[in-house]
């Protein structure tokens, strides 16, 4: 083995070890939103829901929410300019439930993106102490609500995220969106954000997002994330560089996400926020190299220690560390282990993404998702 191979056997391995040790950490030390009996809130909860083009997943969303109790006070849904049926949809809702409202949509302000300023309007909209912002393809369980809130006050905190169950139905979602949590639980250190107020530990998941109404309007809400694609999570750094206690914790007992349905949405859904994601082309990158080495090349390099290269170990045991990350987190989360042993496939087409995502931005053709077009700029500035 080269010497150049050997630093990038044990380098591979080196960070697989760690890795795997954050995994187990965050596996056995990150929190999970407790189901709550012992008290009982009234109208504290506005449920705020942007919706885009959102008639075929709307209804199941709805339909949890109406058989939340007492502490859901209104359910707005912020028509954003669909050209479906969303908005009869929401209006035939209401007619079976007081507390559904439809918000008409406004035109998208000058330095504004679609879904921070949606969630701005329908924010200003509301009447109730704490602001529950729901995804469209959203579902809560029954209880969910005021079990959310409960922690959110036990924990004193003014915005609580919470990760969902993702709901994976075909062959594509099986394969490909068990990496989502992989890449967020090997990566980030969940438990030390509960301990620590720094703004870099701020994550948040926009398919629940549970703010109280005064600090949402002190810190500017989602006017600070105004131009940001992923808004959800720089909601969360700013929220904490805003001196407000924000925090995330596993909710995938009471929540229920189905992000995409087919390939065609999950590359078009991961190639709107990959490349523009990112602070600066740096980070796309050093990214994209870590994931190429430490999680792709074990793979291609390891079975050449059946022709009796055994001197290749070290990528043998780093893909072996990379299977057993992959399949803790596949039991904590209760995701089907058939899509583990296919992880060098998914892992390769995760990276054919993120180089789509940068060739559309860099070249100007942006990345489009619900019929309007994102663009990323030289150190992801955008235009």
Request: charged residues 20%; proline residues 5%; aromatic residues 14%.
């Amino acid at each position: 083995m080269t010497p150049a191979m050997q630093v990038l056997g044990y380098g591979a391995l080196a960070v697989n070890l760690l890795v795997l040790w954050i995994v187990f950490w965050n596996i056995r030390a990150w929190p999970k939103v407790r189901r709550t009996e012992h008290r009982r809130f009234t109208d504290c909860i506005s449920v705020l829901i942007p919706a885009r083009n959102e008639e075929f997943r709307l209804a199941a969303c709805l339909e949890s929410l109406v058989a939340q109790d007492a502490v859901v006070g209104e359910i707005l849904v912020y028509d954003d300019h669909s050209t479906d049926g969303t908005a009869a949809l929401v209006q035939d809702w209401a007619l079976r439930d007081a507390r559904i409202r439809l918000v008409p949509p406004v035109p998208l302000e000058a330095g504004w993106l679609g879904k921070p300023f949606a969630c701005a309007r329908i924010a200003e909209a509301a009447q109730y102490e704490w602001l529950l912002f729901l995804d469209a393809d959203t579902r809560v369980r029954p209880g969910a609500a005021a079990a959310i809130l409960q922690e959110a006050i036990d924990r004193q905190a003014t915005l609580l995220s919470c990760w969902p169950d993702l709901v994976m139905e075909s062959f594509w979602e099986r394969l490909l969106m068990p990496l989502f949590p992989f890449f967020l639980f090997s990566l980030y250190p969940a438990p030390l954000s509960l301990k620590y107020d720094y703004s870099q530990l701020g994550v948040a998941h926009g398919a629940c997002i549970l703010a109280q109404r005064q600090a949402y309007r002190r810190t500017g809400g989602h006017y600070m994330v105004k131009d940001e694609i992923v808004e959800d999570a720089w909601l969360a750094r700013r929220w904490r560089a805003a001196a407000e206690k924000g925090i995330f914790l596993d909710g995938s007992e009471l929540v229920q996400l189905r992000m995409y349905a087919s390939l065609g949405e999950i590359w078009r859904g991961f190639q709107k926020n990959f490349y523009p994601g990112f602070r600066h082309a740096t980070s796309f990158w050093a990214f994209l190299i870590l994931h190429g080495v430490a999680f792709l090349l074990p793979f291609i390099i390891s079975p050449a220690m059946l022709l009796g290269e055994r001197h290749l170990w070290p990528f043998l045991a780093a893909a072996g560390c990379t299977l057993a990350s992959r399949g803790a987190l596949a039991a904590r989360f209760r995701q089907p282990f058939w899509p583990v042993l296919l992880h060098p496939v998914a892992q390769a087409m995760l990276i054919a993404l993120g180089l789509s995502s940068w060739w559309r931005c860099i070249t100007g053709k942006g990345v489009r998702w619900k019929d309007r077009n994102y663009f990323s700029t030289g150190e992801n500035g955008r235009k």
